[in-house]
Every structure is written in structure tokens, then in C-alpha cells.
């Protein structure tokens, strides 16, 4: 009789170390998951810089497109780490990744080569990959407005064919509606 009622005595004492710890663990989770839930992803979505006029399949950059990659290098190369992008997402034509490459390489992070035609899966690359981060996507006249409105809910005008400066950043809230800006990088 003495041994049950001392394992019944030990129980009361031990019940408030239990409880507390389990509340300092939930708490303790319960703030991990609200950090988590609260970052905002970067994307950044462009079309490629200037193209040639030939070869009609897949040309190269044009010289002015050269200078303008250039240019986006310097514009987006520069400033803190922890606000620099984190990784580049590009189609599978030349043009794309030729825009892209003076970027990448002046920050030393990954261009990731996407098909041009599956916007969804492309969008959701960039939300997967680096949710809570930075990305950009240069994408083509025909990919750019559906991506911006896959990644953001909100339709932005057709790209014309001579248009090659337009930028949108999208702010992405992992709640909340996202917000759409337009820049224009400069000649």
C-alpha cells in the first residue's frame, strides 16, 4: 500500500515540470511557424534583353541587348549579400541565357534553365526554390504577362515585340495578395 501511494504522490510534483515544458515547447513551435509563414518572396520576372535579327530560331543577343544585360548586371549586381538574389531562372533559348549571364556571374549564384512554354511549372520552380528569397525570371514577350499573372493574380499588359526594358518586381506575401510594380531599366 506504501508504494502506491508514493507513486501517486510523485505524480502531482512532476505534472506542473511536464506542463510547462510542453507549453514552452508548442510556444516555442507555434513562433517558428509564424517566422516562417511571415517572409515575403522576391520575383522578379523580365523578358530577355535585345535579340538579332538572324538566325529567325533561336538568335543571339543583338549588341544593344548585350550592353543592356550588362547594364542589368550592374543595376541588380551591387548591394548587400543578404538582399542580392539568390538564383536565376531562364528559358532554353540562347537569348534568355545570355541575358542572364553577366548577372550570374557577377554574383556567383545558379542560372536554372526552364521549358519556355510550361509557365506554371516555372512559377512554381521560383516559389519552391526560393520562397522567402530573391529570384528573376527572364522570360520571352509571350511568357512574361502569363507569369506575372500566375505568380501574382493580377494581369499586366502584352508585351510588344520591340519592348525589352520592362521589368515587374513582385512582392509575394506568404499571406496576403501580392504586389506588382513595373520598372523600366534604362537604355
Known sequence: ???????????????????????????????????????????????HADKAELPPGDPALSPQGEARAERLAQLLGNGPPETRLQGILVSEFQRAQQTARPLANRLSIPVIVVPAGDVPATADRALDDFGGGRVLIIGHSNTVPALVERLSGQEVPAIAENEYGAIYLI?????????????????
Request: avoid cysteine; aromatic fraction near 10%.
Open 1 to 47: 500500500m506504501r508504494k502506491e501511494y508514493a507513486s501517486l504522490r510523485r505524480r502531482p510534483l512532476l505534472a506542473p515540470v511536464w506542463l510547462t515544458g510542453l507549453a514552452g515547447l508548442l510556444f516555442l513551435a507555434g513562433a517558428i511557424w509564424i517566422y516562417s509563414a511571415a517572409t515575403t518572396t522576391t520575383i522578379l520576372v523580365m523578358r
Open 171 to 187: 512582392a509575394r506575401p506568404r499571406f496576403g495578395r501580392a504586389a506588382v510594380t513595373r520598372l523600366d531599366l534604362p537604355l
